[in-house]
């Protein structure tokens, strides 16, 4: 009898110990459970990393770019977005960068709007010994010198800031934009940017760069041509009328930029470059010179 009471006692305390073990049980693996759904769950929010983020902004329309950055905070001249504009190298002696559809068709019909009836003969800035007779025929566009503030559509405010962007040269070193028609036959021999102090007498800053904007399509010649293209041509025998070398087909909205500094500030001597004659269509053109030194022109960017 005591044995059995001891027993059934024995039995009855198992049965209230299974029954709280599997009460705990059940709360651990659902807990447990639980927890790991949880933390499966914040593992895979990392991994498709949909934490918010600064606002992106792509500047090109064009550019279906959809690649999320992780942006770093920016200084306060800096900005809160990403910049995204395509570009190919199409040498690098000299270094030239073709950036198809830079400027937009509208921007285009703008620029060449802003400069119909305001157009003369383009000048060339004559060596030692150099006559407004002697060089006739070297340059035979006809152009207009425009700044950003004399349009009031912004149109050439936002090419200006586009160009300081891409060539990282603050917009206080550039000179006005210089819009340029070449129709039939007209041309632009090869020369250089850079005046060569040699020629030109001391100089208090240099053409560095430029940026070209087409702002109509070419059908037959009117090509940017660089005929010294990684050392070609340079034996002496170079006719500078000849259109040889690498050649740019000029197409609307599109821009190329090219050096005509080394980096250490002397002249690249195959940054010759010239405009083939045009021989079908008339060709529209923004070129924006690039100095070495302040313009003293407002630069917000
Ligand atoms: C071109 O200029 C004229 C006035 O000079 C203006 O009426 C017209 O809207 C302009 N067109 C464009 C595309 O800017
Ligand atoms: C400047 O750089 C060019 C290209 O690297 C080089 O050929 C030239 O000798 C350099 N000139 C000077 C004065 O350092």
Redesign the pocket.
């Known amino acids: 009898m005591k044995a059995k009471s001891v027993k059934r006692n024995w039995s009855a305390k198992t049965n209230t110990l299974s029954f709280s073990s599997v009460f705990l049980i059940c709360i651990f693996f659902f807990l447990g459970g639980f927890f790991c759904s949880t933390l499966i769950f914040h593992s895979q929010e990392e991994e498709n990393d949909i934490r918010p983020r600064p606002m992106t902004r792509l500047l090109e329309k064009s550019a279906k770019e959809e690649t999320k950055y992780n942006l770093l905070p920016a200084g306060e001249s800096g900005d809160d977005f990403i910049t995204s504009i395509p570009f190919q190298v199409l040498s690098w002696r000299p270094r030239a960068l073709y950036f198809p559809n830079f400027a937009s068709s509208?921007q285009c019909?703008?620029m060449?709007?802003?400069s119909?009836?305001r157009l003369r003969p383009s000048g060339l800035k004559l060596r030692k010994g150099e006559t407004k007779e002697s060089t006739k025929g070297i340059r035979t566009s006809s152009g207009v010198f425009i700044t950003a503030s004399e349009d009031e559509?912004g149109?050439l405010d936002a090419i200006e800031e586009k160009i300081a962007r891409v060539s990282k040269i603050p917009r206080s070193n550039v000179e006005a934009f210089n819009i340029l028609r070449y129709e039939l036959g007209q041309r632009y021999v090869s020369h250089y940017d850079a005046f060569d102090p040699a020629e030109h007498g001391p100089q208090e800053s240099q053409r560095m760069a430029t940026f070209l904007v087409y702002l109509t399509d070419v059908p037959e010649g009117g090509e940017t041509m660089f005929p010294y293209e990684n050392g070609l041509n340079m034996d002496g025998s170079y006719n500078f009328e000849d259109c040889i070398g690498l050649r740019v087909r000029p197409r609307k909205g599109d821009g190329i930029l090219f050096y005509s500094l080394f980096p250490n500030g002397t002249i690249d001597p195959t940054s010759l470059h010239g405009s083939c004659p045009v021989i079908k269509g008339t060709k529209w053109v923004a070129t924006k010179w690039i100095r070495n030194e302040d313009q003293g022109r407002p630069s917000i960017i």
């Open positions: 509208e019909k703008r060449i709007n802003l119909k009836g559509t149109v």
